[in-house]
């Protein structure tokens, strides 16, 4: 365990040693206050417009529900924006140790495979976990201007946490597999994409590969967080799928030690 610590708390600093984080975390608070600016602008003109035709048709104002309309458009834009983000906070976790030399000294120390995979990935996960932090700024103001429903932001987050975890697990597996920086980048964001779109691509299909696509698309599981509802399915496919790739990047490099043997 003290060996895991020490790996997490050396990757955790490395981030901040180089501008990566700085700009990454940037751009996410830049792009999410945006989609947060558009959201409420837009919100707030839809409310004008049910006062002002209330008040023509001489009825009650219609109700506008900001989880619904606000929060939850929110929530699926910064799930857009991670998925883009995320490959440029994995893509050097192992490709810069092998474009260093130090990945044959990771591979030949004490420490095990298992150990500094899981510190490569919560390092990039907590750090992930800061980001959407910051963000609770955007939902402390609807709280201040507004009465939303705690629940579902809670829930909405939970599952941005987790949808997180999955892209981290997607890019530290390939970032295992080349010491090309750009290239772990590429690859990532390539196969978030493919992702994404098995969603999209479940519309135009029968039910039965529909069913499918949709199971297997991460960001499918994360619409009934974003309504406020935490299924057990969803946590066992978010946990499942960010295991497998925790696990696909422990063999990668189990394989690269036993190459290094011969």
Same mark, same amino acid.
């Given at each position: 365990?003290r060996?895991y #610590?020490a790996?997490?708390?050396?990757e955790?600093?490395s981030?901040?040693?180089?501008?990566?984080a700085y700009v990454?975390?940037?751009?996410?608070?830049a792009?999410?206050?945006?989609f947060?600016?558009?959201v409420?602008?837009?919100f707030?003109?839809?409310?004008?417009?049910?006062?002002?035709?209330?008040?023509?048709?001489?009825?009650?104002?219609?109700?506008?529900n900001?989880?619904?309309?606000?929060?939850?458009?929110l929530?699926s834009n910064?799930a857009?924006i991670?998925l883009?983000?995320?490959?440029?906070?994995t893509m050097?976790?192992?490709?810069e140790?092998?474009?260093q030399?130090?990945?044959e000294l990771?591979?030949t120390?004490?420490?095990?495979?298992?150990q500094?995979?899981?510190?490569?990935?919560?390092?990039?996960w907590v750090?992930?976990? @800061?980001?959407l932090?910051l963000?609770?700024?955007y939902?402390g103001? #609807?709280?201040?201007f507004?009465?939303p429903?705690?629940?579902p932001?809670?829930?909405?987050? #939970?599952?941005l946490?987790?949808?997180?975890?999955s892209?981290?697990a997607?890019g530290?597996l390939?970032s295992?597999?080349?010491?090309n920086?750009?290239?772990a980048? @590429?690859?990532? #964001?390539?196969?978030?994409?493919?992702?994404?779109s098995?969603?999209w691509l479940?519309n135009?299909?029968g039910p039965t590969?529909s069913?499918?696509l949709?199971q @297997?698309?991460?960001?499918e599981?994360?619409?009934?967080?974003a309504?406020g509802?935490?299924?057990t399915q969803?946590?066992v496919?978010? @946990?499942?799928?960010?295991f497998?790739?925790?696990f696909?990047?422990y063999v990668?490099?189990?394989s690269?030690?036993?190459?290094?043997?011969?």
């Amino acid at each position: 365990m003290r060996k895991y #610590l020490a790996l997490f708390e050396r990757e955790l600093k490395s981030y901040f040693v180089s501008p990566v984080a700085y700009v990454i975390i940037g751009f996410f608070l830049a792009f999410s206050g945006l989609f947060f600016y558009n959201v409420v602008t837009w919100f707030d003109r839809m409310s004008m417009q049910s006062m002002m035709q209330s008040q023509y048709y001489r009825q009650a104002p219609q109700p506008m529900n900001v989880n619904m309309m606000a929060i939850r458009p929110l929530l699926s834009n910064i799930a857009v924006i991670a998925l883009f983000l995320i490959p440029g906070l994995t893509m050097r976790l192992l490709a810069e140790e092998k474009r260093q030399g130090t990945m044959e000294l990771l591979l030949t120390s004490p420490v095990t495979n298992w150990q500094t995979t899981l510190a490569k990935f919560t390092s990039a996960w907590v750090l992930f976990g @800061v980001m959407l932090a910051l963000t609770l700024v955007y939902q402390g103001l #609807l709280f201040i201007f507004g009465k939303p429903e705690l629940g579902p932001i809670l829930s909405g987050y #939970l599952g941005l946490f987790l949808l997180g975890g999955s892209f981290i697990a997607v890019g530290l597996l390939f970032s295992s597999f080349t010491e090309n920086q750009i290239i772990a980048f @590429v690859a990532a #964001l390539a196969t978030n994409l493919i992702l994404l779109s098995l969603g999209w691509l479940s519309n135009f299909t029968g039910p039965t590969l529909s069913k499918i696509l949709s199971q @297997v698309s991460p960001i499918e599981h994360f619409d009934d967080f974003a309504k406020g509802v935490v299924d057990t399915q969803h946590l066992v496919f978010y @946990v499942s799928f960010i295991f497998g790739g925790i696990f696909l990047t422990y063999v990668s490099l189990e394989s690269s030690r036993w190459r290094g043997s011969r």
